[in-house]
């Protein structure tokens, strides 16, 4: 099976600007996930950023960095703009690796890619896991999903979902049953599908949710979503979050 591996990486960010760049324990949050990319079964990796930084940086380690436009609305746009750059196939599936995962699984990334493979009536194969901490429920940056029993979505959202109307009720027991799933933002696409993503205007829970799937379910695509068979680290969204990574870098160079 080939496919290929984009890491979109945008210097803006509402709460860590310049994110792609920050240090973790010696390398850059992109070096890391580029490396962690590599390590999975692609025919290539691709880094795509909007940022002359950015750019610089990353052709330090990365033969294949490509730039784009900087008024893309969302990864998935912006991965479209590198799909048509390559002119590649419809059929060839791209998988999109978001570049504050820095120590996201290889074999995730080779799951989806196979996934979607196999799920000829999908257009997009994503990974969830369920969610142990109940905090996480009414955690907005913790995005739950709900789907059927076809493992394809219905619905993503950063509300509690489903909501139990005897609030006071949700535990612990409930997310071990896989009651509530934690979205891992890991995307394989068809590059026809990104081709007909581009086409299509935001739509009003895409902008509410601030959740770019959103617009594939509302025009009607299918979403295949899998359990990813190991944990993943958090990827890092917030300060709080990166001075959490840096502390457990810093524990395991004590450690060593």
């Known amino acids: 099976m080939a496919f290929s591996v984009v890491i979109p990486a945008r210097f803006q960010s509402s709460r860590l600007p310049g994110k792609p760049l920050l240090d973790l324990g010696g390398l850059s949050m992109l070096q890391r996930v580029y490396q962690q990319a590599c390590k999975s079964d692609a025919s290539q990796v691709y880094i795509a950023t909007d940022h002359g930084d950015i750019l610089h940086h990353a052709k330090e380690f990365c033969e294949q960095v490509i730039m784009t436009r900087q008024d893309h609305p969302t990864g998935t746009d912006r991965l479209q703009e590198v799909a048509q750059y390559l002119s590649l196939a419809d059929d060839h599936i791209m998988v999109n690796v978001q570049g504050d995962e820095p120590f996201i699984p290889p074999s995730l990334i080779n799951q989806v890619a196979s996934n979607l493979q196999y799920q000829s009536h999908a257009s997009i194969a994503t990974l969830a896991e369920a969610i142990d901490d109940i905090e996480q429920v009414f955690d907005a940056n913790a995005v ?33 049953k896989n009651v ?13 599908f990104l081709h007909r993503y581009v086409s299509w205007p935001q739509t009003n829970y895409e902008n509410i949710e601030c959740l770019e799937q959103l617009r594939a379910l509302h025009f009607g695509e299918g979403i295949h979503v899998d359990l990813a068979p190991e944990g993943i680290p958090a990827g890092i969204d917030t300060p709080e979050d990166l001075m959490r990574v840096r502390a457990s870098l810093n524990a395991a160079v004590l450690d060593s």
């Open 144 to 176: 739950k999903i709900v789907r059927n029993d076809a493992n394809m979505a219905m619905y993503f959202s950063r509300a509690p979902l489903p909501w139990d109307r005897k609030w006071n009720q949700v535990d612990a027991k409930q997310a071990q």
């Open 180 to 192: 509530y799933l934690r979205h891992i933002g890991l995307y394989a696409y068809r590059v026809g």
